[in-house]
């Protein structure tokens, strides 16, 4: 079977990029050549496998200046944030520091008669499909752990940022890793699932959508294959009376509409306590009504098009529905606003949790605001969704926080900052965001398998 994969530019519906897909016999074949060089890149000390990782990332950062302006064209970030270097740089960073301790055996006890430990092994090939909305990033969150804890790794990347595994793959190689050990594929969906059912890795590691996540795991049943997602959300943040008005707002606003909304973890619904309400709704308005909408390659372009048409389209019909349900837009449609990937930021009030635009992942410029009177109300239109990934708190009670952080369904939560991936911390959802863990100790843990030691020293 043949195929091509293309990337669309959103700037101005060029093709970008093409690539053709592996045929099945060529899948399987890389997979194996990634199974067949495993036992050899884990029987490497760990050190080394961490400092070539960390080459690794370090020739992703000498990229930088040509990675920006693909970034802009691929998905249409502005060029003037300058990539993800940044965040990918510190999250492989972390993990490199806690390899040793985190992959350490656990010590159980030892006599003169017994030896007892658990020994963390690497799962053998993980296979890493990562999203286009931050692709860098979202890619190095599994493939840096994965590579430290003697696992090989097969990259399939979003046709959407087409080019960025191989800019991975490439600054890897070059920094010493082998090529069979981490590898770029371009991918079909049928071949995909055929390696997935056909136990072809060890472990499956996914972020995109819920009905992506779905795909994998019906591909994977019955193979015990592990299989973690991060899939879609709706995180909320609440604004409580004793909050910094114009802290939340700066931050709220920026966590909701920054890469046009299309951030896993922004923030797509707004809570805010009555006594504060009408002023936060002013403030917000004044802030994206600042904001610059166009070409992403202009430096002074602060919005960039959405990735795709059909992704604003789909933003459009959640305003244009709940606008028509009673919602009011505060936002006047920007000239810049051409009715396809370029889109109006807004913001919405007077909505509903019978709208769609509160409920189902929308993943553009877009925010709803809604009006509470207690922590009781807030907390159970926050837990109102199918989706668990963040919540943003507001208020300068800690112990409030943490006592309202307790009740809501969801991975992370936040207290006076939102939309942040800290990789000391485990990136988790719950509910339909998926399940597993990235990143700090317990992405490591979810890398590898336990495997236990229980030895008798004598005989008699």
């Known amino acids: 079977m043949s195929g091509m994969l293309t990337c669309i530019s959103p ?34 000390p760990l050190p080394e496998r961490v400092e070539l990782v960390m080459a690794g990332v370090a020739a992703v950062g000498a990229m930088n200046d040509e990675i920006v302006p693909e970034i802009a064209k691929m998905m249409g970030r502005p060029v003037r944030y300058g990539g993800e270097f940044g965040g990918f740089n510190e999250r492989a960073s972390h993990m490199a520091k806690i390899a040793e301790e985190s992959l350490a055996d656990i010590q159980v006890g030892e006599d003169l008669t017994f030896k007892r430990y658990i020994k963390r092994l690497p799962h053998g090939v993980v296979f890493v499909v990562a999203p286009w909305n931050y692709p860098y990033m979202t890619a190095i969150n599994t493939v840096a752990p994965a590579l430290i804890a003697g696992n090989t790794v ?36 049928d071949v995909t699932n055929e390696l997935i059912a056909g136990n072809a890795f060890d472990f499956v ?82 802030i994206v009504k600042g904001y610059k909408l166009g070409n992403p390659m202009d430096e002074a372009t602060t919005i960039g098009p959405m990735a795709n048409v059909r992704f604003a389209s789909e933003v459009r019909a959640q305003i244009s529905e709940a606008l028509e349900a009673g919602a009011t837009a505060q936002i006047e449609t920007f000239a810049e606003d051409d009715g396809g990937a370029y889109l109006t930021p807004q913001i919405l009030t007077d909505v509903t949790h019978d709208m769609r635009v509160m409920q189902d992942e929308s993943f553009g410029p877009v925010v709803g605001i809604m009006k509470v009177s207690s922590d009781e109300e807030a907390i159970a239109l926050m837990n109102d969704s199918e989706f668990g990934l ?10 409030r926080a943490e006592r309202v952080g307790n009740e809501i369904e969801t991975g992370t939560v936040f207290m006076n900052r939102a939309d942040y991936l800290d990789p000391s911390l485990c990136w988790t ?32």
């Open 429 to 460: 959802g719950c509910k339909n965001t998926g399940r597993g863990g990235g990143l700090s100790v317990i992405g490591y843990q979810n890398l590898t398998r336990p495997k236990s030691y229980h030895l008798k020293k004598v005989t008699v």
């Open 390 to 399: 963040t919540a943003s708190l507001w208020t300068k009670d800690l112990a």
């Open 205 to 286: 590691n996914f972020t995109g959508s819920v009905g992506g996540g779905q795909a994998m795991e019906r591909a994977a049943a019955g193979t015990f294959t592990g299989v973690g997602t991060e899939l879609g959300g709706k995180d909320p943040g609440y604004v409580m009376e004793d909050a910094d008005v114009d802290a939340a707002v700066d931050t709220l606003i920026d966590g909701a509409m920054f890469n046009s909304g299309q951030c896993c973890c922004g923030i797509e619904r707004i809570y805010v306590h009555e006594s504060l309400y009408e002023e936060f709704v002013a403030k917000a308005v004044e």
């Open 11 to 44: 700037i101005d519906g060029s093709v970008f990029a093409e690539r053709p897909v592996l045929s099945t016999d060529e899948a399987f074949a890389a997979v194996k050549r990634a199974k067949d060089a495993q036992k050899a890149w884990a029987a490497r």
């Open 154 to 189: 097969v990259l399939k990347h979003a046709t959407q940022t087409l080019v960025v595994g191989e800019r991975m793959a490439q600054a890897f190689h070059s920094a010493g890793v082998p090529e069979d050990v981490f590898q770029n594929v371009f991918l079909s969906h």
